[in-house]
């Protein structure tokens, strides 16, 4: 078999592209899933967890699936250049595929509130980056607006091509297990990837549903391909200060140390309810407090090193599996949404302290004992 090519190719006959469609890829997909070992027993589960790791997609987040598929769909139909409101990983996706593509790409992100290692990437691909004086939700309205009136493709993901690709996670995911997991936990920000996976694991079982990326069950993808026997049961969860789904309306300042999900006002408000109330799920809020410390336990005790929003799915299973609300002995996947490499800034904060010591071996053996 040729080398994997990326999602688009893997998954042609489920995705929007004809054999004269330009694919923009960067071989995006085909993301790790990885069970975790300590996790389980130290909360006294009796079931398994695995983590869907899309960090380690191109650019470091989920972002990469839905980008490729927007880009080469905005590239088909002749668009020079994308426009995208972000909180920091739909502009280093955004930035990076039009790169590829030869295109200009212009991204609105909240002045100082996206993580250091997503402005960089930004600035590096060449996006002209707007910091705008507000937050996700104006950044939002404001490219609704601009590319109705100007030759730019909007690519967040009320453009349905980005859903279309972010779909294939489940795809993978029933791929790996034969079959798809009893539960399936994630953080929802703007609410686009929670319906992604839903129509994802929908179309997997030849279910319709209104979920299906905006196809409203007219989609001709159903069924074809890998078979699931069932769906799981999708578990949304949400930073406190930052819970419009736990609200029931949106909440107009958000705040929370997990800026990937910082969105007050999600655009995927009524799929992601639909793929909710379908799966006979529920939504659920963190503290901040409890999202760091998840973090933190996940890369000391696994080895896996997710950026803040992402930690946001382990910690809210861990209150639920505290709470009793998941069935004893069941499989459940956690998408780990970004790299932690995205926010070193965070990372450091809580993390020990470095240890400054002279270049002698002396005071490194007295260290070094210490920890033995
Ligand atoms: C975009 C993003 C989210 C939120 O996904 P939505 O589709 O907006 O709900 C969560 N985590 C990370 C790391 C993200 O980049």
């Known amino acids: 078999m040729a080398h994997y090519q990326g999602l688009i190719h893997r998954y042609r006959d489920r995705l929007p592209v004809s054999d004269s469609t ?24 009796d079931g398994r967890i695995l983590v869907k790791f899309e960090g380690l997609n191109p650019t470091g987040s989920f972002k ?42 212009f991204v609105l992100i909240p002045e100082g509130k996206i993580a250091l290692g997503k402005l960089a990437q930004a600035m590096m ?30 690519v967040n993901s009320v453009n349905p091509y980005r859903l279309q690709g972010q779909k294939t996670v489940a795809f993978e995911i029933v791929e790996a297990l034969g079959d798809a997991p009893d539960y399936h936990v994630l953080p929802v920000g703007n609410a686009g990837n929670i319906s992604a996976h839903w129509s994802g694991y929908c179309e997997s079982t030849g279910h319709e549903t209104a979920a299906c990326g905006h196809c409203a069950g007219q989609c001709p993808y159903h069924g074809h391909g890998a078979r699931a026997t069932r769906r799981p049961v ?63 336990l996940l890369a000391r005790s696994e080895g896996i090193f997710c950026e803040p929003s992402s930690a946001t799915s382990l910690a809210g299973l861990i209150k639920d599996l505290r709470a ?24 450091i904060a809580q993390s020990q302290p470095t240890h400054a010591v002279a270049a002698d071996k002396g005071p490194i053996a007295e260290l070094i004992a210490r920890f033995l």
């Open 22 to 45: 330009p694919v923009v890829t960067l071989n995006e997909g085909n993301t790790p899933l990885v069970e975790l070992q300590r996790l389980p027993g130290m909360l006294g589960f």
């Open 64 to 105: 990469d699936r839905g980008m490729t598929l927007a880009v080469t769909k905005a590239l088909e139909s002749g668009a020079r250049a994308i426009i995208c409101a972000s909180t920091g990983n739909t502009s280093a996706a955004a930035a990076a595929y039009a790169a590829r593509a030869g295109m200009t790409s």
């Open 125 to 154: 691909h060449g996006a002209v980056v707007l910091q705008i004086q507000g937050n996700f939700d104006d950044g939002m309205r404001l490219v609704q607006e601009i590319s109705a009136d100007m030759p730019v493709a909007l």
């Open 234 to 296: 999708m578990l949304g969860y949400q930073a406190a200060g930052s819970a419009p789904f736990l609200r029931g309306a949106p909440v107009p300042q958000p705040e929370t140390v997990a800026t990937a999900i910082r969105i007050g006002n999600p655009m995927s408000w009524s799929l992601a309810w639909a793929a909710v109330r379908e799966s006979g799920g529920w939504f659920a809020e963190c503290t901040d407090e409890e999202i760091l410390s998840t973090q933190a």
């Open 324 to 347: 009793g609300r998941i069935k004893s002995g069941s499989t459940i996947v956690a998408t780990l949404t970004g790299h932690g490499l995205k926010d070193p800034d965070t990372a």
